[in-house]
């Protein structure tokens, strides 16, 4: 899958990585045109999410899996099927899709195998689109296939103003759980309550406590951890007998100390998740569970993808500074249609 530019070869625009450091090194290159092989489509991209991984592969710290170009960021897109490779029967020409990929969303064109694609629903733009597959089949993956959060239950979401928390809000809710979330923002976590979040609380020294106060001393039943090793001990101080932790994000660390007393007394369960390096056949199993059960959502309204805002390619670079700063409620695309 790798685009290195190839003289004679048709060419596309692509968000380039010129070497690793600060968001200035992104720039829009000329690059060669992707082929799809047997069993692969070729998407002409309507609009690029904007993720964190991308950050850390701006700055050298996370290479996507072999086959995916180092120099070119983004793990999810949208947009229209251009071609299909030899033996492709689910898609056609004109189809409407989204998906994850190992790399290179960031461009004009991506490659993607044909049964990791997912239709974009009626109702749903192609830039809406963009920011949905990374965040949502993260959430609903991780609360559901991990956690196995049931209706009824109490989750706890931390961050959850960013792109997978509010993600995991909605879908949760549309589970019928009830929902807790923290932000260190209180911007955010007015947003939040707008989009049907239950308890605010505040990211600050006391969070634990004020989950413990929300549930009336029992604690939540799951917990969905984008924070990371700061806020370890707090969780296992938060969840209830049997309670189920997912971490999907560590921006405050990946070590921290854990108390095993506690975590046997709890009878608690600590488990972590991440999308990227999964092999082709689980990623064609989430897609096609994700579109069978979630799909659905968004075309009856109960799921919406929160955008932040939509910036065109060439300001790849404002976008990466806004999500390291913090500013972002939701998510960013990076819109192909937009002008410069």
Known sequence: MSRERSPGKEE??????????DPEVLELRRVAMPEPEPGQVRVRV???????ADLLQRRGHYPPPPGYPPEIPGLEFAGVVEAVGPGVRLWSAGDRVMGITGGGGYAGFVIARERELVVVPEGLSLVEAGGVPEVYMTAFDALFSQAGLQAGETVLVHAVGSGVGTAALQLARRAGARVLGTSRSDWKLDRAAESGLHFPIPGDERW?????EATEGRGVDVILDLVGGAYLDGNLKALTTGGRQVVVGVPSGSAAEIDLRRLMTRRALVRGTVLRPRPPEEKAH????????????FRDGTLNPILDRALPPSRAPEAHRALE????????????????
């Open 46 to 52: 309507a609009a690029s999410g904007v993720n964190r």
């Open 208 to 212: 634990e406590e004020r989950v413990r």
């Open 286 to 297: 989430l897609a096609r569970t994700f579109q069978r059960r979630v799909l659905a959502g």
């Open 325 to 340: 700063g913090n500013e972002v409620f939701g998510k960013i695309v990076l819109d192909w249609e937009a002008p410069p």
């Open 12 to 21: 596309m625009e692509a968000v380039w990585i010129r070497e690793f450091g």
